[in-house]
């Protein structure tokens, strides 16, 4: 088969360029999303309203996997899940002068 010089072969078939760089850019923006410093009570807002969205999208998918609703709950989740890694790494440390703390 001759593969065309503007589609990308990926684990899920081939693609447009475009798409590729389309979720590329999307997957960086979210990254850099994300890495915004946030205080405990934006975080916690950003956990409630996330838990929402994928509460609400996981009760009106289907078990048909091109469901964007499915998509949506994964998307959703790691998105959170990545903020949580962030945040917990970057600004919920204690200090160095308590090893205890960074233990715990």
Known sequence: MNASADTVDTPLGRLPQAAVAAWLMLAMG????????ADLQAQALLSGVGLGLIIAFSHRATENPNDWRRSGVLVFGMFLSFRYMVWRTFNDRPPLSDPIGMLV
Do not use: G, Q, R
């Open 30 to 37: 979210a990254a850099m999303l994300a890495s915004v410093p």
